[in-house]
Each structure stands twice: as structure tokens, then as C-alpha cells.
Nanobody, 118 residues
Framework: QVKLAESGGGLVQPGGSLRLSCAAS????????MSWYRQAPGKEHEFVAR????????NYADSLKGRFTISRDNAKNTVDLQMNSLKPEDTAVYYC???????????WGQGTQVTVSS
């Protein structure tokens, strides 16, 4: 059974850090591009970061560059998101996504809540 399980969310003060992790099972995650998205209350689903399957090339939402870092461990089928210098506007549910083409496969996790507040 295909599953993406996010963990690591929680409550953190402004300026703090959190590390999210996504564990993939039921498929070969190293064949997929792995991404993080987020959705804040009342806002659209937003792209955060992506790491491709080969070579580990990454890309980020422009507004998050320098604060967030995505990484993957293909041996463990995991992808992490290190978030530093967190701001209240980073408060959102963060979702893990796995995608590949030919044939198209697109999987989503259930999300993990991140709240940045003093």
C-alpha cells in the first residue's frame, strides 16, 4: 500500500527551527521527485521545495530560499525539510508529495501542522 507519512510538525516560537520528515512506503521513492507543499488557513496550496530523484537537484519557492532546506535519503525512503528562522506566516499544514511521469504517479501525505507563534 502506497503511503507518505509526515512527522515533525508542532508549535515553535518565531525565529525557531523545525525539521519535518516524510517516510515513503509501498513504492520506490528514489524513482520519484519528492516535494513539500503547504496550506495556510484561508490560503491556496503553496509549493515549498522539491528534490529530484537523481543527483539531488533542488528548487525552492523564492520567498523561502535561504531558510528552508530539502534533503532525501534514498536508502531510507525519506525526505526531510529543515526549516530555520521560522515566521508566523510559515504557519500551515505541510504536505509531502511524490511524483513521477510515464506512467504518471502522484501521491500525497496527510499533512503535519506547523504553528509558529509566541
Amino acid at each position: 500500500q502506497v503511503k507518505l507519512a509526515e512527522s515533525g510538525g508542532g508549535l515553535v516560537q518565531p525565529g525557531g527551527s523545525l525539521r519535518l520528515s516524510c517516510a515513503a512506503s509501498g513504492f520506490t521513492a528514489n524513482m520519484y521527485a519528492m516535494s513539500w507543499y503547504r496550506q495556510a488557513p484561508g490560503k491556496e496550496h503553496e509549493f515549498v521545495a522539491r528534490i529530484i530523484r537523481a543527483g539531488g537537484s533542488t528548487n525552492y519557492a523564492d520567498s523561502l530560499k535561504g531558510r528552508f532546506t530539502i534533503s532525501r535519503d534514498n536508502a531510507k525512503n525519506t525526505v526531510d525539510l529543515q526549516m530555520n528562522s521560522l515566521k508566523p506566516e510559515d504557519t500551515a499544514v505541510y504536505y509531502c508529495n511524490a511524483q513521477k511521469g510515464n506512467p504518471l504517479r502522484d501521491y500525497w501525505g496527510q499533512g503535519t501542522q506547523v504553528t509558529v507563534s509566541s
